[in-house]
């Protein structure tokens, strides 16, 4: 497929070209962790494209089961179980079914009444997971749509499932939101879902956002918050929801004036609602804890470590022209 680079003349294509070969060759050493993503990602490189695909429904399904053979699909199912666990989704792979922890479809319908035109467009999904929003977007038309996540996990997977649809329009780099500045004024419509309060820094965070969108541009930010009237975050002196890795879970109202402060406009809440066990469960592809470990049985208004429970908010923001 060609590069999408090729699309973006105005990023940094030889730093991010450098970058590649970096991680590539970093991912060839013969190292346990990289081969238990590379081992299947290669095995299911093997086995022909899907003739047949629909993004368009809850569920991504990729290949009808008679298009492969009972060994083919032996051969993909032990692959997909490798890349477990399955944390977006859920998908059909040629008649494999995979049920993920969270029902991703759930969060893509409360957005999908404010989602912007993406046909023609160039669109960033920043901590893409294994691509479940992306292949979401195609029945869309966007022109190209850029992932990014520096987890192997992800990427490998993404690789793995993006080579079954055979689809041009997706492309994934194992980079991270701290290597935007390499994309400056490059992306029309930025998805930046479950990510911010991952960061120490949410300001600065927005602020290389918004210097990789061009004029005119529309964020889609989707984020935990916690409930609440006062602009203000909760910061977790460890975890939150058993989650390490968690800095500032913002009020919807602290939210909006982070957007504010960093340079967006027409800001405008899409959504909002507390989290749930429907949407985010252990299953047999993602078999750890999930949401009702993560709560107190006695008081579901707070996590286990006795914070207000997690709401979800859907915000679109512009990058002024």
């Not at 969060?107 to 997971?129: E, F, M, Q, T, Y």
Request: hydrophobic content about 40%; some cysteine; aromatic content about 10%.
């Amino acid at each position: 497929m060609e590069d999408y680079l090729t699309r973006l003349p105005a990023a940094r294509q030889q730093e991010i070209r450098d970058l590649r070969a970096a991680v590539a060759a970093r991912l060839q050493q013969p190292k346990k962790g990289f081969q238990r993503f590379r081992d299947p990602l290669a095995a299911v490189r093997t086995l022909p494209p899907a003739r047949f695909t629909d993004f368009s429904g809850d569920k991504i399904v990729i290949g009808r089961a008679e298009e492969i053979s009972a060994p083919q699909r032996q051969l993909l199912a032990d692959a997909l179980r490798a890349f477990m666990p399955w944390r977006k989704g859920p998908f059909s792979l040629f008649g494999i079914e995979i049920d993920a922890e969270w029902q991703s479809f759930m969060k893509w319908n409360r957005l999908l009444p404010s989602l912007p035109d993406l046909a023609g467009k160039v669109v960033a999904d920043i901590g893409c997971n294994n691509g479940y929003y992306m292949f979401r977007m195609l029945p869309h038309q966007p022109r190209q749509v850029v992932g990014f996540d520096p987890v192997l996990q992800h990427y490998h997977c993404f690789q793995a499932l993006n080579h079954l649809a055979g689809r041009p329009e997706p492309a994934i780099e194992p980079l991270g939101v701290e290597h935007l500045p390499l994309y400056p004024g490059c992306f029309e419509v930025v998805f930046l879902m479950g990510v911010i309060y991952h960061r120490p820094s949410p300001i600065t965070m927005l602020r290389e956002v918004r210097q990789a969108m061009q004029p005119g541009g529309v964020l889609i930010l989707e984020s935990q918050i916690i409930p609440g009237d006062e602009p203000v975050a909760l910061f977790p002196a460890e975890r939150y929801a058993k989650a390490p890795g968690v800095y500032f879970v913002p009020t919807l109202p602290c939210l909006i004036n982070w957007l504010t402060r960093t340079g967006f406009s027409r800001i405008e809440v899409a959504a909002q609602s507390p989290t749930t066990s429907e949407e985010q469960r252990r299953t047999a592809w993602m078999t750890f804890e999930s949401y009702a470990d993560f709560i107190d049985p006695a008081r579901p208004e707070r996590t286990v470590e006795g914070y207000p429970a997690p709401w979800r908010a859907i915000v679109k923001a512009e990058n002024p022209v």
